[in-house]
T-cell receptor
Framework: AQSVTQPDIHITVSEGASLELRCNYS??????LFWYVQSPGQGLQLLLK??????LVQGIKGFEAEFKRSQSSFNLRKPSVHWSDAAEYFC????????????FGTGTRLQVTL | EAGVAQSPRYKIIEKRQSVAFWCNPI?????LYWYQQILGQGPKLLIQ????????DSQLPKDRFSAERLKGVDSTLKIQPAKLEDSAVYLC???????????????FGAGSRLTVL
C-alpha cells in the first residue's frame, strides 16, 4: 500500500529565511505527487503537483518542489518565507494504478517568526 | 467559479446523538469525496462518489456512517450514533473526473468541524 511520510511535525523559521519541508513516499511505481496547504479554519489549497516530466515543479505563492526518484522524495521549498505562509502543509500521493485515491501525510505545521 | 460549499462549519453534539453534514461541489464536477481529518493527522478518505454512484467506501465505518449523493450533485454525510472518536473535521472535495492527473485535481471545501462530547 502506498504511504507518505512527513518526518517534521513542526518547523519554525524566521521571516525571510529559506524553507524546506520534507516528504517521502512509499510506492512501487512513479506516483502522482501533491503539496497542499491548510490555513487555520480553512480547507486544503493545492500548492503544486507532479505528474511527469520536469522533476522541478513550480507552484503558487512562490513554492517549488523537486521529485527525486532515487530518494523517493518530493520536498517543498521556498527561498524566502513570509509571515502569511504560517500554516499546515500536507504532502499527498495518488496511486497511479487506481488514479484517484489520494493518500495524505500527517502534515508539517510551519510557524514563522518575525 | 464558486468553490465547494459545506455546512455547518461547526457542530457540537453529545455521544450517541446523530449529525449530518452537507456538501455542494463545484458545478460540473462529477466526482465527490468525503474526507475525515482527525486533529494531528492527515485527511483520510471516507467515501468517493462518481456522479451518484459509490466508487470507494472501503474506509467508511458503515455501522454508523452513511453518505448519499442524490441526483449526482449535492451530498450528505451522516453519523448515527456518534462516538467520541468521531470528533474531527469532515472535508468535502470535488474533481472533474475520477482519474487524477493533468488538470483534474481535487478542490476542497472549508470543512465541517465536529466535536463529540
Amino acid at each position: 500500500a502506498q504511504s507518505v511520510t512527513q518526518p517534521d511535525i513542526h518547523i519554525t523559521v524566521s521571516e525571510g529565511a529559506s524553507l524546506e519541508l520534507r516528504c517521502n513516499y512509499s510506492y512501487g511505481a512513479t506516483p502522482y505527487l501533491f503539496w497542499y496547504v491548510q490555513s487555520p479554519g480553512q480547507g486544503l489549497q493545492l500548492l503544486l503537483k507532479y505528474f511527469s516530466g520536469d522533476t522541478l515543479v513550480q507552484g503558487i505563492k512562490g513554492f517549488e518542489a523537486e521529485f527525486k526518484r532515487s530518494q523517493s522524495s518530493f520536498n517543498l521549498r521556498k527561498p524566502s518565507v513570509h509571515w502569511s505562509d504560517a500554516a499546515e502543509y500536507f504532502c499527498a500521493v495518488v496511486n497511479t494504478g487506481t488514479a484517484s485515491k489520494l493518500t495524505f501525510g500527517t502534515g508539517t505545521r510551519l510557524q514563522v517568526t518575525l | 467559479e464558486a468553490g465547494v460549499a459545506q455546512s455547518p462549519r461547526y457542530k457540537i453534539i453529545e455521544k450517541r446523538q446523530s449529525v449530518a453534514f452537507w456538501c455542494n461541489p463545484i458545478s460540473g464536477h462529477a466526482t465527490l469525496y468525503w474526507y475525515q481529518q482527525i486533529l494531528g493527522q492527515g485527511p483520510k478518505l471516507l467515501i468517493q462518489f462518481q456522479n451518484n454512484g459509490v466508487v470507494d467506501d472501503s474506509q467508511l465505518p458503515k455501522d454508523r456512517f452513511s453518505a448519499e449523493r442524490l441526483k449526482g450533485v449535492d451530498s450528505t454525510l451522516k453519523i448515527q450514533p456518534a462516538k467520541l472518536e468521531d470528533s474531527a473535521v469532515y472535508l468535502c472535495a470535488s474533481s472533474l473526473g475520477d482519474g487524477l492527473g493533468g488538470a483534474n485535481v481535487l478542490t476542497f471545501g472549508a470543512g465541517s468541524r465536529l466535536t463529540v462530547l
